[in-house]
């Protein structure tokens, strides 16, 4: 699956929100720093997970790919083409290559609009993907392929129930037929009991269509089990990035250690003898972060140089993948499941 | 004599071999104009002190109403208790006044909501909204009070509490909201607190540190603790026994380590094997087929038959008592012995 043809290449992305004061003569005081260099390549068929708390940026991350916002500087280049730069019917074209599933089904989808239009409302946009006349028999399939009833067609979302809305919110993501899916928190709104049929549902499409995904969810046990290599974001950057074995079982940065042992383990057996690493306090905020490492404030193993020098996310000794952070070891904190 | 507050309250010790907190038999209707929805039947749990039970389910299980119903805090119509006892201390709440309610709600039994920026009252600082709790319900003045409100803040860990016993709380991220929650939940050491979903908003680092003020609460105060979650991780790491819901039902009962050794009921086992495990990956999850039952129009027999992979004949027709299986432990499925022996 993984190591297919490079489609996604994202170099020192930044994205910067301004703080402004004044009225009638607003005056830049600061900035949100809300994405903060981030770098990274999806290839063919790939899942890349990204966790991270919230605020870290992995929304504006989201937002940034699919050029729903302007990055500050870098580049986000699909196919080797920069979509951040792109205008017009550049832009139109490289849209359809990539699309997005929302988090919260109950909200994303118009209540006034039927099945049918909202499947159907990006061959209106891109009408040569799928000439008038066979508009409907297109969204039909879509709806076959999602695991909905096509004779559905004409109903509204608020006669579905969660999980059937986020099956017609991933068959609206299909129905360009886009190399890749940007998927943020895609079942964190669903029921226990139907989160595993929507997971099932996407790793299916993806070996059927040849799809990459970038999967950002906040249940690391969810992210596990579908991604193929996973971010870990802290504060605007990443700090860890790696194959979903190296960051699981071998995580390097003090703060992917600290976040997979409050994960809580689905068994009571020795629950007792745990270790937990319990970070004090909240995360600092991005219009003001700490000099050096974002970390250090929360780190146990903080040092001066923390404060002085910024890590790059770079593979360190004694470790096979990258991490940002000058004390980088592996350190086996808990299997989760 | 200044009157302390166990004189005037209604409830008192004679509760011998009661549990502290007994929910028996509880049904909970709705009467709506689209018919009867019947959103509990026929619950019955116990806590007792320090002791956690963890009610799993799904929205719509009913677990939320169960706890609103203990609270006293159902809106009556359109909710109606058709039938069941919540005894606490031996004496039936459904029976007392409201006057006598209104001394037990807050002071013996205590709620923690959900979404913790939603509960707060965002127009007045959070110091003034705990030490409401001390003004109201002891009598104390507004200077007495505020001082119990920055002890209340130190005691959840919220750091600088004098300095921001006067700020609101939109000026709190949302797990110091949390704690400002819990402050006001335990301000008057209630003997029992309903956890209804008290982290699931919070990311995972600090969902860790609120239920670790938690377990150090109730070490120290002996609360029975009732938390509500559909969280299967929450309930292994800090639960005693729990008590699982499905359509108003409670569908297995049981310690926490022998439901997660071996699951009695199908819709549980279902629950635990959809977790995605490490040696499961790239393979497809585990998933309970079908979708939960609306409330309207609760399936026959057993509300589980539709999407139950154990169903036979009489599951569509008869429902199922919860069979004891061992002491505590129950299960309401007729075919709880394959499903423990795990035959499928």
């Known amino acids: 699956m993984v190591n297919g043809d490079r489609i996604l290449e994202v170099r020192d992305l930044v994205k910067h929100f301004p703080l402004t004061q004044g009225i009638l003569f607003k005056r830049q005081i600061g900035a949100i720093k809300a994405v903060d260099g981030v770098s990274f390549d999806l290839h063919k068929g790939e899942t890349l997970g990204i966790v ?24 986000v280049l699909i196919n080797g083409r920069d979509i951040g730069r792109a205008k017009g019917a550049e832009l139109k074209r490289m849209r359809r290559n990539i699309q997005m599933v929302m988090q919260d089904p109950y909200t994303s989808l118009n209540p006034r609009m039927t099945v049918g239009d909202i499947v159907g409302e990006p061959f209106e946009i891109h009408t040569e993907v799928a000439p008038k006349g066979d508009r409907r028999k297109k969204v039909q399939e879509l709806l076959d392929v999602v695991g909905l009833n096509p004779d559905h067609i004409n109903r509204y979302p608020h006669q579905f129930s969660g999980g059937q809305r986020q099956r017609i919110g991933i068959a609206r993501g299909l129905a360009l037929q886009p190399e890749i899916i940007v998927c943020d928190e895609p079942v964190s709104a669903l029921d226990v009991s139907i989160q595993a049929q929507v997971i099932n549902l996407l790793e299916r499409l993806q070996n059927e269509f040849d799809l990459a995904y970038i999967f950002i969810a906040h249940d690391l046990s969810v992210v596990r089990h579908i991604s193929d290599r996973v971010g870990v974001m802290y504060l605007g950057k990443f700090v860890e990035l790696g194959k979903d074995t190296e960051i699981y079982d071998k995580p390097a940065h003090p703060y992917t250690q600290a976040l997979l042992s409050a994960v809580p383990v689905p068994d009571p057996e020795g629950r007792e003898q745990r270790e937990r690493i319990i970070l004090q306090g909240d995360p600092p905020s991005p219009a003001n972060p700490p000099s050096g490492c974002r970390f250090r404030t929360r780190c146990w193993k903080a040092q001066e140089i923390c404060a002085e020098e910024e890590p790059l996310l770079q593979i360190r000794p004694g470790t096979g993948h990258e991490s940002a952070c000058h004390f980088a070891e592996t350190h086996d904190v808990v299997h989760i499941g | 004599m200044k009157k302390t507050s166990a004189d005037v309250l209604p409830v008192e010790g004679v509760y011998g071999d009661e549990p502290l907190l007994a929910v028996d038999d509880l049904h909970v209707e709705f009467r709506t104009r689209a018919g009867i929805v019947r959103a509990v039947n026929g619950v019955s749990y116990t806590v007792n002190p320090g002791e956690t039970l963890a009610v799993l389910g799904e929205s719509g299980s009913g677990k939320s109403v169960t706890a609103q119903a203990i609270m006293g805090i159902l809106d009556m119509p359109p909710a109606h208790i058709p039938h069941g006892e919540i005894r606490f201390k031996g004496t039936d709440l459904l029976k007392l006044s409201e006057e006598a309610r209104t001394q037990v709600r807050g002071q013996r039994i205590a709620m923690i909501f959900q979404d913790a920026l939603s509960a707060l009252n965002p127009v007045f600082t959070v110091g003034w909204q705990i030490s409401e709790m001390f003004r109201v319900h002891r009598g104390m003045s507004k200077a007495d009070a505020m001082k119990k409100a920055v002890e209340l803040m130190d005691r959840v860990r919220i750091p600088a509490a004098r300095q921001r016993v006067n700020d609101y709380p939109h000026q709190f991220s949302g797990g110091m909201r949390q704690r400002i929650m819990i402050a006001m939940s335990i301000a008057l050491d209630p003997e029992v607190l309903i956890a209804d979903e008290p982290t699931t908003a919070l990311d995972v680092t600090v969902q860790a540190q609120i239920m670790d003020l938690l377990a150090d609460l109730q070490r120290e105060s002996q609360m029975g603790l009732i938390l509500i979650t559909h969280d299967l991780g929450v309930v292994a790491d800090v639960a005693d026994k729990i008590a699982v819901m499905y359509a108003g039902r409670i569908v297995e009962r049981a ?29 497809d999850l585990y998933a309970i087929k079908g979708l939960p039952p609306n409330l309207l129009e609760l399936p026959t027999g057993c509300a589980f038959h539709p999407r139950c992979p154990y169903r036979q004949d009489n599951c569509v027709t008869d429902v199922p008592p919860l069979y004891q299986i061992s002491g505590t432990r129950g299960s309401a499925c007729h075919y709880w012995r394959e499903v423990l022996d795990g035959e499928r």
């Open chain 2, 255 to 283: 310690s926490v380590h022998d439901i997660y050794r071996a699951p009695a009921h199908p819709y549980t086992k279902g629950l635990l094997e959809s977790i995605p495990r490490v040696d499961l990956k790239g393979q």
């Open chain 1, 52 to 75: 991270g708390e919230s605020g870290c940026g992995k929304s504006t991350l989201a937002k940034v790919l699919m050029a729903l916002e302007r990055p500050t500087s870098g580049s």
